[in-house]
């Protein structure tokens, strides 16, 4: 282990310390995380305890899950036991959830045609890079996603900026929220459990935070 990742692990345990002595001693903001999810893209055959999701659902709080406004979908798989939704153009898909970390799974493919995709979580954090599927074939992916909030366990808040609040708002809202991306994406499920894994803070400047635009990204 090099120095300067010795330093980072005890400075996220310094962090940790800290946070444990906030008022109800707690680090994790649920105390009865949400059960998980599971959704099936496409108008295909819908697996027991999957909510199925087309083209037209659009993000709503009513919902809880939906399309980001602006996305141009297609959808496959009617007659086949498979249904997906695919788009030449990236879209955004998103599920409100609280503070936490996700494990969330993935299954690329179409039924009828080869697709080519890349997965950018919350605010640009790269969790998938081409992956590419045959017609007719399916793969599945897992990773981990951080979502988090403005609100502080015990009270307060983050005092977010100008920017964190516009360009940036995918970072601090209630919801997790995918971008796929890559020539032809196509979904044909997604699920979302609670994780529990160990959690690394960092402080810094501009060269840590998330990034709206390219050629930046994100930790």
């Not at 998103?94 to 936490?100: C, D, N, R, Y």
């Not at 950018?120 to 979502?147: C, D």
């Not at 796929?180 to 894994?197: Q, R, S, W």
Request: net charge neutral; proline share 8%; aromatic share 10%.
């Amino acid at each position: 282990m090099t120095k300067q990742i010795r330093n980072i692990v005890k400075l996220a345990a310094v962090i940790t310390s800290c946070l444990a002595l906030l008022p109800g001693g707690r680090l994790q903001a649920q105390t009865n995380p949400p059960a998980g999810f599971k959704f099936a893209f496409g108008p295909g055959k819908i697996p027991a305890g999957y909510t199925q999701v087309l083209p037209d659902m659009t993000y709503s709080k009513e919902r809880g899950f939906g399309f980001e406004p602006g996305a141009e979908l297609k959808s496959s798989g009617a007659d086949a036991p498979r249904g997906s939704i695919t788009s030449d153009k990236p879209f955004f898909f998103s599920v409100a959830l609280p503070e936490g970390n996700y494990k969330v799974t993935v299954t690329f493919g179409d039924g009828q045609a080869a697709t080519d995709n890349t997965v950018n979580a919350e605010l640009r954090r790269l969790m998938i890079e081409r992956l590419q599927t045959a017609p007719g074939k399916f793969e599945s992916r897992p990773f981990i996603v951080n979502v988090r909030t403005p609100a502080i366990i015990g009270g307060g808040e983050v005092r977010l900026g100008q920017r964190e609040k516009t360009s940036e708002v995918w970072a601090w809202d209630d919801r997790l929220s995918l971008e796929f991306n890559g020539t032809h994406p196509g979904v044909a499920a997604l699920e979302i459990e609670k994780t529990d894994v160990p959690t690394v803070y960092l402080l810094g400047d501009s060269t840590v935070c998330d990034q709206p635009r390219e050629p930046f990204n994100s930790w």
